[in-house]
């Protein structure tokens, strides 16, 4: 692992660590998605890191 793929898998760790309890509620729905569709969520993570974080942070919405 080189050290760009170290600093991001360091900043997805502390975006994990540092979650409520309602945003660890969506990075699980995430991770349970890109798994359905073979993917990693640190893959998912690193090619839209802006993105999760977006969707992460918005108001979880009932359905």
């Known amino acids: 692992m080189?050290?760009?793929?170290?600093?991001?898998?360091?900043?997805?760790?502390?975006?994990?660590?540092?979650?409520?309890?309602?945003?660890?509620e969506k990075i699980q729905e995430i991770d349970h998605q890109t798994q359905l569709e073979g993917a990693?969520?640190?893959?998912?993570?690193?090619?839209?890191?802006?993105?999760i974080n977006q969707s992460i942070k918005k108001p979880f919405r009932d359905s």
């Open 2 to 24: 080189n050290r760009e793929e170290r600093k991001n898998l360091q900043k997805l760790d502390d975006l994990i660590l540092n979650a409520s309890e309602n945003e660890l």
């Open 40 to 51: 990693s969520l640190y893959d998912v993570y690193i090619d839209s890191s802006s993105l």
